[in-house]
């Protein structure tokens, strides 16, 4: 069963960049598409940004499109977030996530498409 694990949060300031990754484990997830999603406390979790398995349709938030960046890396078996230009309001838990039908070619946003998640990394941006 594929495992995902997120790494690469931090404290930063704001205007900072970041990179986050979701490596997954126990299986490929090079032909399943991958979001990332983000929860701020007592809030919900909030659509960031989606890839299509192989990595030729994305889909972002209106409110990260254009810092924010998702690609993957099928050979190794890892999906990245690069995040420029970081604000305040970024701040929150970052979840991969992966949806377990192969070769689907769309992106997805909303959390309940999404079977598999990992457990999270915390971004915090200073103002």
């Known amino acids: 069963q594929v495992q995902l694990v997120e790494s690469g949060g931090g404290l930063v300031q704001a205007g900072a960049s970041l990179r986050l990754s979701c490596a997954a484990s126990g299986g490929p997830v090079s032909t399943y598409p991958v979001g990332w999603f983000r929860q701020a406390p007592g809030k919900d979790r909030d659509f960031v940004a989606a890839?299509?398995?192989?990595?030729?349709?994305?889909q972002y938030s209106i409110s990260v499109k254009g810092r924010f960046t998702i690609s993957r890396d099928n050979a190794k078996n890892t999906v990245h977030l690069h995040m420029n230009s970081l604000k305040p309001e970024d701040t929150g838990n970052y979840y991969c996530?992966?949806?377990?039908?192969?070769?689907?070619?769309?992106?997805?946003?909303?959390?309940?498409?999404?079977?598999?998640w990992g457990q999270g990394t915390q971004v915090t941006v200073s103002s």
């Open positions: 890839i299509n398995w192989h990595g030729r349709i994305t």
């Open positions: 996530a992966a949806v377990m039908k192969p070769y689907a070619s769309g992106t997805y946003a909303l959390t309940s498409s999404y079977d598999t």
